[in-house]
């Protein structure tokens, strides 16, 4: 089962999504377009999103609300065509708690 980081009117996206419309979607379903992301970058970002979530996840909803991961399907797969660190940071800012199965609201472009 997925976890959310707070209580989301989002569906989870299905694998024959149209374009449009934002979605919920775990983390571990994408894959990446994008070989590497920038370390330091990363390590900043995640520091923000844990002291987010730790004081109200609602606020980390509420930013991430306004970032929805830009993904493209093909052939039943979901991938990244931006916002690589964002993700990443939100993995290493929440695997701990949450496990594998956190998710990331994504629009199907």
């Known amino acids: 089962m997925s976890k959310l980081i707070c209580k989301s009117k989002y ?35 995640s ?17 991430l609300v306004v970032r929805p991961v830009p993904v493209v399907v093909r052939k039943n797969k979901f ?8 993700v990443r940071a939100l993995y290493e800012a929440l695997h701990d708690e949450l496990g594998n199965q956190i998710c990331v609201l994504v629009e199907v472009v």
């Open 79 to 86: 991938y990244l065509v931006d916002h690589h660190h964002l």
């Open 11 to 45: 569906p989870m996206c299905p694998k024959d999504a149209q374009p449009g419309g934002i979605h919920q979607l775990r983390i571990g379903d994408l894959s990446p377009t994008q070989f590497a992301v920038g370390k330091a970058e990363v390590d900043i970002k």
């Open 47 to 63: 520091m923000r999103m844990r002291h987010k979530h730790q004081h109200n996840p609602q606020k980390l909803h509420d930013y």
